[in-house]
C-alpha cells in the first residue's frame, strides 16, 4: 500500500511504480491509473512526482508539448518542401538540370566513342592496304 510511505521521502514513495507523490503535502498515493493526470484535488500537478522524484507533472507536460510540437512543426516543414518540389518539377514540365546535365554528358561520350572507332577503322584499314591483305 502507497499509504504506508507517506510523510517519509519521495524516493521510498516511488520505489513502487503505483505510487504517487505529493510533494507540497508530503503524501504518498496511489496513482489514478483511470485518469491520465492526477485531479487538482488530489494532488495540484507542480506538486504531483510519479516515476523519478525531480521532474514533476507540469513540467513534464510543458517538455512534452514543446517535443511534440516541434515535431509537427518539422514534419510540416518537411512535408510542404516535398510537395513544392514535386509541384515544380511537374510544372517545368521536362528533366530537371541533374537528368539534362547527364544525357548531355552520355551523348559527348558517345560521340567521342564513334570517333574513336573511326579513327581505329582507318588505322586498320591504311595497315591493310600497306601489307596488301585487303
Known amino acids: ?28 498515493m496511489e496513482y489514478p491509473v483511470r485518469r491520465i493526470l492526477p485531479p487538482a484535488d488530489l494532488c495540484e500537478l507542480r506538486s504531483a512526482r510519479w516515476g523519478v522524484c525531480w521532474v514533476n507533472f507540469e513540467a513534464l507536460i510543458i517538455a512534452m508539448s514543446v517535443v511534440g510540437g516541434t515535431l509537427l512543426v518539422t514534419l510540416g516543414v518537411c512535408c510542404c518542401c516535398c510537395c513544392k518540389k514535386k509541384s515544380k518539377k511537374q510544372v517545368s514540365g521536362g528533366p530537371d538540370k541533374d537528368d539534362e546535365r547527364a544525357a548531355r554528358e552520355r551523348e559527348k561520350r558517345r560521340v567521342r566513342q564513334e570517333e574513336r572507332r573511326a579513327e581505329m577503322k582507318s588505322r586498320h584499314d591504311e595497315i591493310r592496304r600497306k601489307y596488301g591483305t585487303v
Open 1 to 28: 500500500d502507497c499509504r504506508q510511505y507517506t510523510n517519509r521521502s519521495c524516493e521510498e514513495c516511488l520505489k513502487n511504480v503505483t505510487c504517487l507523490w505529493c510533494a507540497s503535502s508530503g503524501k504518498c
